[in-house]
């Protein structure tokens, strides 16, 4: 009987009960984990006197047992014991019966199924359908006959940015998701563009030879009048640059003639400004070019992205800076040639030969090969308008996919923006009628963005990121690009964050290319990374997303081997130019590209965990200071007087041991985690959404240094200009400065430290000693 009475005292009373945690850590030492285990008997000093127990019994001091005051008499307690029995048959009878009529009454979900199978019942953490469902769903809805209509649709002549052309396929796109049932909306923004002079041209004057007036200009140059000798200098990269001043040719006032291709227009002028250039000409070259010797070449030479005359800011109406300029703008003059107007001029030329690797008929030019180069270009005001439309999501609404396409161009522009809008499109119809008509629930949302500007220099877009980049970088996960995805079908390259890489090379494995092998097979036969993968670079759309705003990106393209698109910039980017350049192939690899883009997108809406590789970024890292120690320790053997012993890089290695530890005891976490917790998977994702803008660099001014991440980006905060400041200090460069590189290097440690904090998760998870 005193047991009987024990046992129903503690079911009534309730006693306190033992608990284990597990707290995991990984030592990147090479110790596997350590497990600590603490057991507790006491719930209370748990939880702080606020447990179950207390809530359950408001008196929060226990009172001694005392039968006779509560009246347990024998008698009473059978009657409680039986009680007790009979709720529980009771309650074990409903649970039955309810139970019972499920299985008896199918979900419609899963009517087809075999009744052996499971029935999957929607938790509100995990989507009902599966993923190869979905695939299939998506390359069912895709297809090359459903793209001509739209081609036809979004074709124009004239679609300048901010003209009435651009204006009205923005009416048609978004007249678009509005018939897919997508909420919409436009975003207006005032920006400052450069377009050719009043008169038309600009002038070019050889010599006391003929007058040339080039339709082609570059937009962002500086304005004026120079007169300087010509030097020929390749391509106009760094590398050219200093092989000429290696051949004691000086680089000072003079007018340097390049071909196009390899960088963009603008790192051409920027390097060449560096030099003391006075101005710089670019022509298409017949050995890379085959477009004609009288084809114009149109474009922007600004070293950055978006509206130079609001650096940081957005350009809307009711913004009131003072007058300020991007320190990407140019301060020499850059101007396009023809392909006949460069000839000339090379046949005048004199001086030093070439190397045998430029296969050059001409010679470099000297002091007497004296030209005359005017440039007058507009500066304009231009209303621009972004278009949007959502697809939002069923779980995390709040958290979301951009996928974006630049829908203006210079001339008609297939390849450069036609092609891409109309992807654009057809992944907006395709997912909206897989969500409305087939049962999909994205967790996540989707934003499909059509941009204008992007002929100088991803404008509409950046002014996006800068209007808005408090609630994007918190938000936005990943941006996917559309521009110029077909411009061939030999060859595929793909360029993007290394947090993306993972989920890249699945993708290439999952979608087809033809009906009998994938993308992967094709393209990646050997090493898949050194094949498909390029770097991202900075007059690419989705460079800003990245190396601006830290949202990790991608963007991919369909090329002729490795030659870059050659009517991109011209008159004549038409239908029938891609349509030689492909085979004939444009619809067939627009659906490709659209299966290829709206795979990334899904699978990143439909997982519980985002599909983003911590990996990728920790063997960058361990790149980077592997090169950075070496380099240390040869300047202090070399230069002891600029770097004391005393500076160590064991900072920079630790901060990189605590983002490898942070990386890999997320790894155990996500193991370890229910993925049918939504509040737990939404913590684990907006970890790992924060490892990329963790990596921009808070220390400098997104005015002054707009790209700012430190692996990734430009300018003199990057681990790169590190590695590179550390060769100028070995080599004795003026420019050098070995206090503001003990301060970059300060600043670069702490902000790889500061992303593992983040990484590691609450503040009491940290085990840095810095």
Not at 429 to 441: A, E, H, P, Q, T
Not at 449 to 467: D, H, K, P
Request: aromatic fraction near 10%; proline fraction near 5%.
């Amino acid at each position: 009987m005193d047991q009987a009475r024990s046992t129903i005292s503690k079911i009534f009373n309730g006693e306190p009960h033992s608990y284990t945690r597990f707290n995991l850590t990984q030592n990147m030492e090479g110790d596997n984990s350590q497990v600590e285990m603490k057991l507790s008997s006491d719930m209370d000093e748990e939880v702080g006197g606020n447990g179950v127990g207390d809530h359950l019994n408001h008196n929060p001091v226990r009172k001694p047992y005392v039968a006779q005051k509560l009246g347990r008499t024998p008698k009473n307690l059978c009657f409680m014991a039986a009680a007790t029995l009979l709720i529980f048959i009771i309650g074990y009878l409903i649970g039955y019966l309810v139970h019972r009529k499920k299985d008896l009454v199918p979900s419609p979900a899963v009517s087809m199924l075999p009744i052996e199978q499971p029935v999957l019942h929607e938790t509100g953490a995990a989507p009902l359908m599966d993923w190869d469902d979905v695939k299939e769903l998506l390359a069912e809805k895709l297809t090359a006959t459903k793209f001509e209509p739209v081609f036809s649709e979004f074709t124009s002549n004239s679609h300048q940015a901010g003209s009435l052309g651009d204006e009205d396929l923005a009416i048609k796109v978004i007249k678009r998701f509005k018939e897919y049932g997508m909420n919409t909306w436009t975003d207006e923004h005032f920006v400052k563009v450069q377009d050719p002079p009043a008169s038309g041209s600009n002038r070019v004057v050889f010599k006391d030879g003929k007058e040339e007036r080039p339709n082609g200009f570059l937009s962002y140059s500086a304005n004026g009048t120079v007169t300087g000798a010509v030097v020929y200098a390749h391509y106009g990269q760094e590398s050219d640059l200093t092989f000429l001043q290696g051949r004691n040719i000086n680089l000072n006032g003079r007018v340097v003639l390049v071909r196009a291709g390899r960088i963009s227009f603008a790192e051409k002028v920027a390097n060449a400004a560096k030099m003391n250039a006075s101005a710089v000409l670019i022509y298409a070259d017949p050995l890379d070019y085959s477009i004609g010797d009288t084809t114009q070449l149109f474009g922007h030479v600004h070293m950055g992205s978006g509206d130079p005359y609001t650096p940081g800011f957005p350009s809307f109406n009711h913004t009131q800076f003072p007058p300020v300029q991007s320190s990407g703008l140019p301060t020499i003059l850059a101007q396009t040639i023809t392909t006949a107007m460069a000839t000339s001029i090379q046949r005048g030329l004199g001086g030093q030969s070439g190397p045998a690797e430029w296969a050059l008929y001409h010679k470099l030019g000297d002091d007497t090969d004296v030209i005359t180069v005017e440039v007058d270009n507009v500066l304009t005001d231009k209303k621009i308008h972004n278009v949007f439309g959502v697809i939002k999501g069923f779980v995390d609404a709040d958290r979301y996919v951009v996928i974006g396409a630049q829908r203006d161009a210079w001339g008609p522009g297939f390849a450069t923006s036609t092609v891409g809008t109309s992807v654009l499109v057809e992944l907006a119809r395709s997912i909206s009628d897989m969500v409305k008509n087939d049962g999909f629930k994205p967790r996540r949302t989707i934003v499909f963005a059509s941009w204008s500007a992007g002929e100088y220099g991803s404008v509409g877009a950046t002014e996006w990121l800068e209007g808005y980049l408090s609630s994007l970088n918190m938000k936005a996960f990943s941006y996917i690009n559309l521009d110029g995805v077909v411009t061939g079908r030999s060859g595929f390259k793909v360029a993007g964050s290394p947090l993306m890489h993972g989920l890249i090379e699945n993708t290439l494995k999952e979608v087809n290319f033809g009906k009998d092998q994938s993308l992967f097979t094709h393209f990646g036969k050997g090493n898949w990374e050194s094949d498909v993968l390029e770097p991202l670079k900075l007059d690419n759309a989705a460079y800003p997303f990245l190396a601006f705003s830290g949202i990790p990106s991608v963007s991919f393209r369909f090329t002729s081997g490795n030659s870059d698109y050659q009517y991109f910039g011209t008159m004549l980017d038409t239908r029938e130019k891609l349509n030689s350049a492909t085979a004939n192939q444009v619809p067939q690899l627009a659906v490709t590209s659209a299966r290829f883009a709206g795979h990334i997108a899904l699978r990143l809406v439909h997982d519980h965990l985002l599909q983003m590789d911590l990996g990728k970024y920790e063997k960058i890292i361990r790149t980077h200071v592997a090169q950075i120690n070496t380099k240390v320790k040869n300047v202090q053997r070399m230069k002891p007087q600029l770097l004391p012993k005393a500076l160590t890089v064991q900072w920079l290695i630790s901060a990189y041991g605590s983002y490898s530890r942070a990386s890999r005891n997320l790894a155990t976490e996500i193991q370890n985690s229910d993925l049918e917790d939504i509040e737990m998977c939404r913590i684990i994702n907006d970890r790992i959404m924060a490892v990329e803008r963790n990596f921009l660099s808070p220390y400098v001014s997104p005015k002054d240094s707009p790209f700012r991440h430190i692996l990734l980006g430009s300018g003199p905060h990057t681990v790169t200009a590190l590695s590179n400041h550390l060769d100028a200090l070995r080599n004795d460069d003026p420019d050098s400065d070995a206090d503001l590189f003990r301060n970059q290097f300060a600043l670069a440690t702490w902000t790889i430290q500061g992303c593992a904090n983040s990484l590691a998760g609450d503040i009491w998870s940290l085990d840095n000693e810095i």
